[in-house]
């Protein structure tokens, strides 16, 4: 059983840094895609940032780019999304999501994404 449980949200002024923790495990995640989302109230889930585990290849929405980072630790199986810079607008419920191998589709959008977190708020203060 495939478990993501995500940590590190919390309540950080304008300008300011957080980093958030996923920690995946059940599975080998090798061959996985791992995803960042984000969702405010409201709104729909939006892609936020995703990397492929084995290679690290990293994609990112256009409103973070530059300031997310997205990584991850083999050894600890987690992924980390670094947030600088941050806006009032990045306010959200962030989760972690988790992309089997022979799933196919466009890697932003929810639906392509099999696993999910529980979730973890974030609140940027003007």
């Known amino acids: 059983q495939v478990q993501l449980v995500e940590s590190g949200g919390g309540l950080v002024q304008a300008g300011g840094s957080l980093r958030l923790s996923c920690a995946a495990s059940?599975?080998?995640?090798?061959?996985?895609?791992m995803g960042w989302f984000r969702q405010a109230p409201g709104a729909e889930r939006e892609f936020v940032a995703s990397?492929?585990?084995?290679?690290?290849?990293?994609y990112y929405a256009d409103s973070v780019k530059g300031r997310f980072t997205i990584s991850r630790d083999n050894a600890k199986n987690t992924v980390y999304l670094q947030m600088n810079s941050l806006k009032p607008e990045d306010t959200a419920v962030y989760y972690c999501?988790?992309?089997?191998?022979?799933?196919?589709?466009?890697?932003?959008?929810?639906?392509?994404?099999?696993?999910w977190g529980q979730g973890t708020q974030v609140t940027v203060s003007s």
């Open positions: 999501a988790a992309r089997p191998p022979g799933y196919s589709g466009a890697y932003f959008s929810a639906v392509n994404y099999r696993y």
């Open positions: 059940g599975r080998t995640f090798s061959r996985y895609i």
């Open positions: 990397i492929t585990w084995s290679a690290g290849i990293t």
